[in-house]
């Protein structure tokens, strides 16, 4: 029995696959995630439309429930896990984020200079006639 | 066949019958089910780079409105509420048919498959109206650079939706036809995982498009 486990651990799962358990304990698992992620949902719409809080702070509030949200789907849904079987699919997610967060920051960043060294449009116009 | 199916919730997949250091010496290439698993995996997450070019274009282009509506004047947030519940219980029981298909239950495969098709269609049916909405209000995706950028991001997931629903559609017919085989099983797993990414872009399309455009 001891054998056994360990020669299941040094196999590689693939990504969306879960480990071990019986039937029930994966749909708990589906349950738990629906339930946080409507929870996570349902606070963002909330936030987004509310006078409560301190306004500048929203939009960082729905992006960080955003983010945990995608964490939420990542682990309950996708079934990805800091375990040994799952090192491959991780390092992939970790590379993908890299260049989203490049893609996009880099993006914002560039085009926030482009916008602030950049000659009014009137004048613009006038230089081509 | 019998070997291919499962083959990864095998204890001994390579049949070494506990010669231990055969195991460490030579693994031999892994299971299909894994590297199958594993390729598509790569794909998502090129596809959700391909969606980030789509968010920094939107992100820079958001303020771009040439004198036209801006989203705050556009977005209805109840529409957007009930198509977010829409895909969220559609992944759910995506994962339910999911797990069926591993214990080969055919009947709750199918209704699993069923209800997450029909929670697709009712998404896909108000994201059409909403698009349909606009352009009669005058807000199409030619009207300024803000609404190019609107109608390419959530048309682009919108795309891949509808691809999705054709691949469900396709898989419910293959299960019927030839059952749970191994290549069918493999189908199956990259169905779900596309449909769960399809979710985990939903959430970012809503947080930035919908929540922080609907802000004045």
Redesign the interface.
Same mark, same amino acid.
């Given at each position: 029995m001891t054998? @056994?486990t360990t020669? @299941?651990h040094? !196999?590689?799962?693939? +990504?969306?696959?879960e480990g071990e358990g019986g /039937?029930g304990l994966?749909?708990l698992g589906? /349950?738990i *995630?629906?339930g946080l992620?409507?929870l996570l949902?349902a606070t %963002?719409?909330f936030i987004?439309?509310t006078d409560l809080v301190w306004q500048p702070s929203? +939009?960082v509030a !729905? #992006?960080v =429930?955003?983010i945990a @949200?995608?964490g939420v789907? =990542?682990v309950f849904?996708?079934h990805l896990t800091t375990g040994p079987d799952n090192t491959?699919?991780v390092m992939?997610?970790a590379? *993908?984020v890299l #260049? /989203?967060f490049l /893609? #996009?920051g880099? %993006?914002?960043w560039i085009?926030a200079n482009l916008n602030q060294n950049m000659m009014p449009m009137d004048q613009i116009m006038q230089m081509q006639r | 066949m019998a070997d291919t199916t499962l083959a990864y919730a095998q204890p001994d997949p390579h049949r070494l019958r506990g010669i231990a250091h055969a195991a460490v010496a030579h693994e031999g290439p892994a299971p299909k089910r894994i590297v199958t698993g594993f390729g598509f995996w790569i794909f998502l997450l090129s596809d959700i780079v391909m969606f980030s070019c789509f968010f920094a274009t939107y992100a820079v282009l958001v303020d771009q409105t040439d004198g036209g509506p801006k989203g705050a004047e556009l977005f209805d947030l109840r529409r957007v509420a009930i198509e977010t519940v829409c895909l969220l219980l559609s992944s759910f029981t995506c994962g339910l048919a999911n797990i069926a298909a591993d214990v080969r239950n055919k009947l709750w495969f199918q209704l699993g498959m069923a209800a997450t098709c029909v929670l697709g269609l009712a998404f896909l049916y108000l994201e059409l109206t909403e698009f349909a909405d606009l352009v009669a209000r005058g807000a199409g995706p030619t009207r300024s650079a803000f609404l190019s950028a609107f109608f390419s991001l959530v048309g682009c997931h919108g795309l891949h939706v509808s691809a999705g629903i054709l691949w469900l559609l396709t898989m419910m017919a293959q299960v019927v036809a030839k059952g749970f085989r191994a290549d069918i099983e493999r189908r199956i797993m990259c169905f779900a995982l596309f449909w769960h990414a399809l979710d985990i872009i939903w959430v970012a399309v809503f947080s930035v498009v919908y929540l922080l455009g609907s802000k004045p």
């Amino acid at each position: 029995m001891t054998d @056994q486990t360990t020669e @299941q651990h040094r !196999i590689d799962l693939a +990504p969306g696959d879960e480990g071990e358990g019986g /039937v029930g304990l994966r749909v708990l698992g589906y /349950v738990i *995630g629906l339930g946080l992620a409507l929870l996570l949902t349902a606070t %963002s719409f909330f936030i987004a439309g509310t006078d409560l809080v301190w306004q500048p702070s929203i +939009p960082v509030a !729905i #992006i960080v =429930l955003a983010i945990a @949200q995608m964490g939420v789907h =990542l682990v309950f849904f996708l079934h990805l896990t800091t375990g040994p079987d799952n090192t491959n699919n991780v390092m992939a997610l970790a590379f *993908g984020v890299l #260049i /989203v967060f490049l /893609v #996009i920051g880099g %993006s914002l960043w560039i085009m926030a200079n482009l916008n602030q060294n950049m000659m009014p449009m009137d004048q613009i116009m006038q230089m081509q006639r | 066949m019998a070997d291919t199916t499962l083959a990864y919730a095998q204890p001994d997949p390579h049949r070494l019958r506990g010669i231990a250091h055969a195991a460490v010496a030579h693994e031999g290439p892994a299971p299909k089910r894994i590297v199958t698993g594993f390729g598509f995996w790569i794909f998502l997450l090129s596809d959700i780079v391909m969606f980030s070019c789509f968010f920094a274009t939107y992100a820079v282009l958001v303020d771009q409105t040439d004198g036209g509506p801006k989203g705050a004047e556009l977005f209805d947030l109840r529409r957007v509420a009930i198509e977010t519940v829409c895909l969220l219980l559609s992944s759910f029981t995506c994962g339910l048919a999911n797990i069926a298909a591993d214990v080969r239950n055919k009947l709750w495969f199918q209704l699993g498959m069923a209800a997450t098709c029909v929670l697709g269609l009712a998404f896909l049916y108000l994201e059409l109206t909403e698009f349909a909405d606009l352009v009669a209000r005058g807000a199409g995706p030619t009207r300024s650079a803000f609404l190019s950028a609107f109608f390419s991001l959530v048309g682009c997931h919108g795309l891949h939706v509808s691809a999705g629903i054709l691949w469900l559609l396709t898989m419910m017919a293959q299960v019927v036809a030839k059952g749970f085989r191994a290549d069918i099983e493999r189908r199956i797993m990259c169905f779900a995982l596309f449909w769960h990414a399809l979710d985990i872009i939903w959430v970012a399309v809503f947080s930035v498009v919908y929540l922080l455009g609907s802000k004045p």
